[in-house]
T-cell receptor
Framework: AQTVTQSQPEMSVQEAETVTLSCTYDTSESDYYLFWYKQPPSRQMILVIRQEAYKQQNATENRFSVNFQKAAKSFSLKISDSQLGDAAMYFCAYGGGGADGLTFGKGTHLIIQP | KAGVTQTPRYLIKTRGQQVTLSCSPISGHRSVSWYQQTPGQGLQFLFEYFSETQRNKGNFPGRFSGRQFSNSRSEMNVSTLELGDSALYLC??????????????FGPGTRLTVT
């Protein structure tokens, strides 16, 4: 079974600074997808960024980018120019190549200090 | 396009009762997945439906069941409720146009409290 580990239960960053959230996973599959989701307080889960395992190029979405290290099974999220609206729980998720549900990490609570 | 909608948003039930939650996916999406979110266990996959068929099921007891209708709307049912079933139940929809877990778009969830 696949597992996803987020080793940082909570992170704090000053507004406008850069923060990196860590995620590692374990799988025996070669074809899979990785996602970062954001869940603001009392609001719904939002997809932040997606990475296909077969792509070597790291995904980027505006201020959000990932560092995907397939051999190390690492998938970190970098948030540049942090904004107050970035405060949320961030979940790393793994999706297998078949029709499986997503496996989520426990989440990282990101605090933005004004 | 309207997002994923879930009803009801909040629900309070008593142990032993049963409950039905509803999810309407984004228009055009044919796959619906259900997840249970609790502080202790985090987000756990319940099941996925595509074209009215259950494609995959997580590690939950048979008290948890679901179905999908021809318009892709889905319901999940929990029978003989237990205190431990108190959770946020999230529904997610995706295109599922081919193989692979395409991006899943989540609804706001149904907060179930069992007393």
């Amino acid at each position: 079974a696949q597992t996803v580990t987020q080793s940082q239960p909570e992170m704090s960053v000053q507004e406008a600074e850069t923060v990196t959230l860590s995620c590692t996973y374990d799988t025996s599959e070669s074809d899979y997808y990785l996602f970062w989701y954001k869940q603001p307080p009392s609001r719904q889960m939002i997809l932040v960024i997606r990475q296909e395992a077969y792509k070597q190029q790291n995904a980027t979405e505006n201020r959000f980018s990932v560092n995907f290290q397939k051999a190390a099974k690492s998938f970190s999220l970098k948030i540049s120019d942090s904004q107050l609206g970035d405060a949320a729980m961030y979940f790393c998720a793994y999706g297998g190549g078949g029709a499986d549900g997503l496996t989520f990490g426990k989440g990282t609570h990101l605090i933005i200090q004004p | 396009k309207a997002g994923v909608t879930q009803t009801p948003r909040y629900l309070i039930k008593t142990r032993g009762q049963q409950v039905t939650l509803s999810c309407s996916p984004i228009s055009g999406h044919r796959s619906v997945s259900w997840y249970q979110q609790t502080p202790g266990q985090g987000l756990q996959f319940l099941f996925e439906y595509f074209s009215e068929t259950q494609r995959n099921k997580g590690n939950f007891p048979g008290r948890f069941s679901g179905r999908q209708f021809s318009n892709s709307r889905s319901e999940m049912n929990v029978s003989t409720l237990e205190l431990g079933d108190s959770a946020l139940y999230l529904c997610a929809s995706s295109l599922a146009a081919g193989e692979g877990p395409y991006e899943q778009y989540f609804g706001p969830g149904t907060r179930l409290t069992v007393t």
